[in-house]
């Protein structure tokens, strides 16, 4: 069945493309090069254009690292609260260098009474070596102060042995290779030939659930694979008009994966890969100056100097 975006139920709020660190792994390539961040002005607005969208109940404020601008941060989930919808917040917890600390962060955020806290605690973000992680801290904070809380763990990629179809190396690990994952993390990982990749097991782009909306407008259904801008069309009209079967990169995807994307548009991005999301993703990248206002923008491909940091 086809609903399009008509269960959109969460709208993702990447509050700021800023980092204070630059991730191998980083969908979107943040950077502490990176300053583009929501005006609360254009919060508001998202706000009000969502309670025209019945079936949305959720936001989160994500990034980049939302704790830069904490004030917007702040502001944000007041306002959106005060609409009536649940919040949730993900972050890398450079801001917890105490429990004591971290929850002078969280206390306002716990008073406005925010349904989840998830916070990054793994390599990429830690070292254990150093003691427990500012991620520990936050998360002994958010206890104190009764906030629901939860980690996310990502461990590097790593070939391992055959899974029994046929005994070639399979890729450990959990991370999804898009964005700087696939320019710094591919390495010698086994790879498989571009033909096989015929369908997305990441997204549902019939059933489109939640988006991510970064500070230019755009309407991520995928990192850099957008449905339109709600700084230059109602949200309610771009969900109204999402026709996934007939858009040249989505119509692709949904039939034979990334594999059809590449044949469709017959472009020559190499014979293997190692995932679906990293044909995909080169695919997309290939195809960015033919379908600019699909896939954009160019900072999520890796191709503004701050993206590169």
């Known amino acids: ?13 990447l509050l700021t493309y800023g980092c204070t660190s630059a991730c191998d792994h980083c969908f979107v390539y943040g950077s502490p090069r990176s300053d583009q961040v929501f005006t609360i002005a254009q ?9 025209e969208v019945p079936s949305v ?3 989160y404020f994500e990034g980049g690292e939302p704790f830069l601008y904490y004030a917007h941060l702040l502001e944000g989930v007041r306002l959106a609260r005060a609409a009536g919808y649940d919040c949730g917040i993900v972050s890398n917890s450079y801001w917890a260098s105490s429990v004591e600390d971290a929850e002078l962060y969280l206390r306002p955020l716990a008073e406005l009474g925010i349904a989840d806290l998830s916070v990054s605690d793994d390599e990429f973000h830690s070292d254990p070596a150093t003691g427990p992680s500012r991620a520990e801290n936050a998360r002994r904070a958010a206890e104190n102060l009764g906030l629901p809380v939860s980690k996310i763990c990502l461990t590097p990629p790593c070939a391992v042995p055959g899974d029994g179809r046929g005994g070639e190396p399979v890729i450990g690990g959990d991370i999804t290779f898009k964005g700087r994952a696939v320019d710094n993390l591919i390495g010698n990982l086994p790879t498989r030939p571009a033909a096989s990749f015929t369908s997305c097991d990441q997204e549902n782009f019939l059933d489109v659930g ?5 500070p230019f407008g755009w309407i991520h259904l995928c990192q850099g694979l957008v449905a339109g801008n709600l700084f230059e069309k109602p949200l309610q009209d771009i969900i109204a008009e999402y026709d996934p079967e007939h858009d040249p990169i989505i119509g692709p995807l949904i039939r034979g994966g990334p594999a059809e994307l590449a044949q469709t548009h017959a472009i020559d991005i190499g014979e293997r890969f190692v995932s679906a999301c990293h044909m995909c993703f080169l695919a997309r990248r290939a195809l960015l100056e033919r379908f600019p206002t699909i896939l954009t923008p160019p900072r999520v491909y890796g191709l503004t100097d701050d993206a590169r940091q």
């Open 43 to 51: 919060v508001r607005e998202i706000i009000r254009q969502a309670r």
């Open 1 to 13: 069945m086809n609903a399009g975006m008509h269960n959109l139920s969460g709208l993702h709020l």
């Open 57 to 59: 109940k959720t936001f």
């Open 210 to 214: 939640r988006v991510h909306i970064d």
